[in-house]
Each structure stands twice: as C-alpha cells, then as structure tokens.
C-alpha cells in the first residue's frame, strides 16, 4: 500500500525529509571565525590555511638509541669482524653536540638527539657490544660495532615531517587530537576556527518539573532539554538551557527573550495540534514561521522559522515535537546538520550502514520511518534488531538503540531478512565503520 497522504491542515505543508532539510539548511551558513586555545578548539573547522614556519624536525636527528658513526669506519663490520671505535662523547635529545666526529671515533647518542657534525650514520645499541661492556663493568671508552647498518642508517632529516613554508592543513578540516598535535608541533597555542554555535533550548509544557524538583500528580520531569544539550554538545555548539515556559503565551514571550542572542533557538512540544499549543502564536507573532508536517515517523510535526529581537536581529527558531523520541529523531534530522553547518563542516549526513533486518519494520501511513535499532556484525555483516515498542513516548527504546534502521516512505514495510540502510547514532563494539 503506497500512500499519497493527502490531508493538510490550515498554513501547514506536507514535505518530504530531503525538503525540510534543505529549507533549513539553507537559513545556516558557517560563522564567523574565531581564535580559540588549541585543545578547546578539538572538533572544530580550520578556517584558514596553516602554513609551516618552521622545519619538523628542525634539525637532523637519530631515530635510535645508539652511537652516530662516520659510514666510512664500519663498511663490512660484523659480529665476527667488528670494528672498534672510540667513544669520543655523548649527546642527548635537546642537547646540542659539542664535539665532531672524526676517522674511528664514535658517539653515544639518544634518540631525538641532533647529529654531531661529521657523523652520517647511526648504529643501534643492538648492532654494538655495548650490553656486555656494561655488564662486565668495564668503562664506556670504546665501542664494537658488529653490523655495517648502511650509510644514513637511524636518520631523521631536517624537515622530514614537515617543510617551512608548506601547508600543513587546509581551511575547512576537522580538528582531530592528531590535528591538534600537529599544531602543537608547529608552536601553536591557539588556532582560527570557525565559532562554535550557541543553542539556546526551551521545553514547554504545563506538565513539565525540572529533575530534582517535587513530581505532582499529573506532571512530567523535562527530558528533552537534557537530551536535546547533550546532543548540541556531541556535536559541538554550545547548549544554552532556558528552562521551562508553561504554557501561556506570557511566559512564552518571555522565555523566548532570553534565547535571542542565540545562533539557533530550539524548542520542544507546542507545535502540534493541541488547544495548549501556544508556542505557535508566539512564534507567529514574533517572526515568520511555518509549520510543517514532515513525512517521517516519528517526529512528523515540525516549526521552522525566524524569530526577530527588539533589536532587529535574526534568530533561526526549529521547533521539535514534544515526544522524547520525536524530539530526539528530529534533532538528529534537522538540528544536527543546521549545526555543523554553522560549525564549517561540509559532510552533514549522518553515517549509515546497510544491515539485515532481524524483525519487520511497519510503515501504516506512507511516511519515512526511522526505526530504533541495535546493529550487530556477525561474520562481516551487519544486523538490525529493532529495540522493542516504537512509540514516540517511549524515550528507552531510544536508549537501548544505536541506530535508526530507514523504511522507505513508498513502503508498507521492510521485512525480516531484508536489507536497511540505518543511520548510526553511535558505534558500538560490535559495530565499526
Ligand atoms: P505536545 O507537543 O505539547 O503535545 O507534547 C507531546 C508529548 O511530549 C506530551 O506527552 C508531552 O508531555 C511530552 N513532552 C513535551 N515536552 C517534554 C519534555 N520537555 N520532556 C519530556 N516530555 C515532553
Ligand atoms: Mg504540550
């Protein structure tokens, strides 16, 4: 049964995913960039070139614990036919050699330490009868080298890593702890990126009791503000919680106020068809909006718009249903690529895998359905084992889920034994890319 679900609703329309996404999307672009200590910095997007001033490493340097040697001396040296040199010093890493290397003459060098002039060559410890000469007590004035290691053995060249004047990383990557590093090497202690977002999260609802507080007879506690911070966190902006507004318009309008020096409002519950959904009117009043149903499962009313300050700036508002679930499912559909938009990224999908259904997944009503799953890999593939109840209330099976295994909206169902593309929430054990 293909569904071509007709019915609207006053100032509604009914879109698809893909139209939803790109009507949001295109109200976002990257900020402005700023400059950030490196380690604050783990996650966001270069906003410049970075260009080397210096060599890595800057000089060149043994990759070994061992002895710096001119090639010359030790040409056909083996452990029956050593060749003796003599320890004329010793260099350690951040030291500077004092002394040259001259014919038959050795030093004792740590990896990381500069090459002493004159040497060309570096020979292990394990190549030299060091271990026996120390073992037998005997002073450190001479060395047996047993194996003839190759001109230029153990060498670092200056600049091996990175040249000065190259460019290390480009505007627009990602920074990882490597990237970081990689920064760190080159002197860095701060770093332009692009700023990170402020998401300023409104619940609303009369039912609602922040966590901590006395639950009355008839009251919820406030899951969505924490599910919904958390998830601006994991993905790098910067939660602003502002708490609960009943539902009256008052207390609306004023919350409101508070979240408009936000790059991105986000409220939850209100938008749907309820007498008490006023978040609707205020937003009306306060900027354009539009409502939409979006035709997905769950997660299918949805408000996006603009809100406007007193003083004429421009606040992106995106209203999520109130249902934990939905809430969460529409983040992750809509707020999650308006934010890495902003935060400079290019890659906004969400990555996904293909796997096996291990149960069938239902689709009454002829909308995308996004099916809590756990994802398996046996034997190199992938299963999906939907997590239990799907109802949009039943925020555990969301818990228990790693994934959202995608039933088309032309389908009636995907059944058991049939293959899923599922959109990762995380990676767990079982699971890798
Ligand atoms: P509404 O959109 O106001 O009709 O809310 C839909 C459902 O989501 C209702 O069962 C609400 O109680 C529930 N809900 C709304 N906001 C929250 C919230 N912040 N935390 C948990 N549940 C909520
Ligand atoms: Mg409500």
Known sequence: MVVGHAHRHYGEDMLSVEEATERILAAFSSLEPEETPLLEALGQVLSQDVVADLDIPPLPNSAMDGYAVLHQDIVGATTTHPVILKIVGHVAAGEVPKMVIGPGTAIR??????????????????????IE????????EEVAIRLDVGLGSSIRSAGEDVTRGQKVLSKGHTLRPSELGVLASLGYVRVRVFRRPLVAILATGDELTEPGQLLGLGKI????????????????????????????????????????????????????????????????????????????????????????GSNGRQVPHLGLPGNPVSAMVAFESFARPAILKMLGKTRLEKPSIEAILEDTIHNPDGRRVYARVVVEKRDGVYYA???????????????????????????????????????MLDWSEDVDL
């Not at 990896?111 to 570096?122: E, F, K, L, W, Y």
């Not at 068809?273 to 937003?283: A, F, H, N, S, T």
């Open 109 to 130: 060098i740590m990896t990381g330490a500069p090459i002493p002039d004159g040497a060309d060559t570096i020979v292990p410890f394990e190549d030299t009868d060091e």
């Open 133 to 140: 000469r120390k073992a037998k007590g005997s002073p450190l």
């Open 221 to 308: 506690y406030n899951s969505n503000s924490f599910s919904v911070a958390a998830a601006v966190l994991r993905y790098g902006g910067v939660p602003k919680i502002l708490g609960i507004a009943r539902d009256n318009l008052d207390e609306i309008r004023e919350k409101i106020q508070l979240g408009l020096d936000a790059d991105l409002l986000i409220t939850s519950a209100g938008v749907s068809k309820g007498d008490y959904d006023m978040v609707k009117d205020v937003l009306s009043e306060q900027g354009q909006i539009s409502f939409w149903s979006v035709r997905m499962r769950p997660a299918k009313p949805l408000a996006f718009g603009r809100l406007i």
């Open 385 to 423: 084992r939907p997590t239990g109840g799907q109802g949009s209330n039943l925020l555990t099976s969301l818990a228990n889920a790693d994934g959202l295994a995608i039933c088309p909206e032309e389908l009636t169902q995907l059944g058991r034994g049939e293959k899923a593309k599922v959109q």
